[in-house]
Structure formats: C-alpha cells, structure tokens
C-alpha cells in the first residue's frame, strides 16, 4: 500500500504515505506520485491550490521518508493549512534513528541550510563567519529528545520548527549523526553499514502532526513505525 488515509473529512485528508512514494511529479520523473494517486481517487483535489502541479499539497516527505501528511481537499482549507506552515504553528514530529549515541537528553540545531551548486543537496552552514552572522543559508531549527539510547545508534523524536529541503537529515549529519539508510547525507563508513543493514530506505518517520482545522480546533494525528522499522529495531540494531 502506497499510502493510508488516516483521516478523512470534507476539507482535508491525513494520509500515511509510505517510503518509496514521491510526493509530486517534475518533468524529469516518470514514476507514479501521490498527487497522481490522489487524483485518482479524490479527482476534485485538481482543481486544489494554487500550483497544477501539487494540487491540494501544503508540504512534503521526501521520497524515501514515510509518515504523515495533511492535504487539502477545498481552497479554504489549503488557504488556511498554508498559512499555518508560514506560520510555523504546525507540529511535526519525526522518529529517527541515527548512528552513533547521543550524550545529551535532548538539544537545539540552527544549522543554517544553503542548497549545494549541484542543487541536489543541502549544507548546514555555520551560524558565523568572522563573527558576523553568515549571510549565506536560510534559517533552520530542529529539536530532539532522546527516546532509546543502543550501542552504536541513537533513537530520537524531532521536531522542525521550519520546513527546509532535507532539513532533519541535512541537521543530523552535520550533528556527527546522520540518519540510518541514508546514503545522500551519510558518510563513507555510515554507507557501508547501511548496505549491510539493506533497509532500502531511510529510517525516518512522520509519526505526529498537529493543525487547525477550518473551525480553528486543534487535531492531532499519530501513526506507528512502519514495519520495516520496527523489525530492523528487533533484529540488526545494538
């Protein structure tokens, strides 16, 4: 199953998108996306926001992260989802496991982000250069808390404040600590592993979001770990 719909109302879906599944289409990619897979079955979504090509889509998961997502089924309520991302009042919390133990219970990074020349890639930059602030970079936050310390890997929930391209794995790897599976951001010793863990994916999941609905209530939504995860976690991780 390619996604699950967690939540079903008028103005809005909560889906749990699965790792492997792109988001959105782009002239270079041919495979099927979860825009196209949405239209399919909620053809209204098309007509949705205010880019064709991401009808309904207020935010993203990159291909091989799963977990939840909100995406807007009427304009109000992609009008009002947008804002609150603009805003920074959504509350998204991903579970990672990344290489190496963490001392500290919990911590802040601020990394700024900056995409790569080659564009495919981010770079936590340093905050200060020559003791002036770094000019270069769009400001980023995470947060995490410590949920299970192992031998050689850490378990964490994160939270992001912002919503920059690659921004947990981009921060955790600039941490000393990149994310499991993935090979993008890892080093040349996490890559090794990460072919010997032949988990084809990166252990990154959106288990918890939080918004306001068209009424101005608050909703939260939880998902557990894939199964994928919760058996690597049982069987190969020390």
């Given at each position: 199953m390619i996604f699950k719909i967690i939540k079903k109302t008028a103005d809005y879906l909560v889906i749990n998108k699965s790792a492997g599944l792109i988001v959105h289409g782009a002239p270079h990619i041919k495979e099927t996306t979860l825009v196209d897979e949405l239209i399919k079955k909620f053809p209204r979504i098309k007509k949705v926001g205010d880019d064709p090509a991401r009808p309904g889509i207020v935010h993203r998961l990159d291909k091989l992260v799963s977990g939840l997502m909100v995406i807007a089924r009427t304009n109000e309520s992609f009008d009002n989802l947008k804002k609150q991302f603009q805003k920074r009042t959504v509350a998204k919390h991903y579970t990672a496991l990344v290489y190496g133990q963490i001392e500290a219970d919990e911590g802040r990074i601020d990394f700024p982000i900056y995409r790569s020349k080659g564009g495919y890639k981010m770079v936590a930059l340093p905050k200060t250069v020559k003791r002036e602030k770094n000019p270069l970079g769009r400001t980023a936050l995470s947060e995490f808390e410590i949920l299970k310390r192992y031998i050689n890997y850490t378990l964490l929930d994160v939270r992001i404040k912002t919503g920059r391209t690659h921004q947990i794995r981009c921060h955790l790897a600039a941490f000393g600590h990149p994310v499991v599976g993935d090979d993008l951001y890892g080093s040349k010793k996490t890559k090794v592993k990460n072919e010997k863990l032949n988990l084809n994916r990166i252990f990154l999941h959106a288990h918890q979001l939080e918004?306001?609905?068209?009424?101005?209530?608050?909703?939260?939504?939880?998902?557990?770990?894939?199964?994928?995860?919760?058996?690597?976690?049982?069987?190969?991780?020390?």
């Open positions: 918004f306001d609905d068209l009424q101005g209530e608050r909703k939260k939504y939880e998902t557990e770990l894939p199964d994928e995860l919760t058996k690597l976690l049982n069987t190969k991780i020390k």
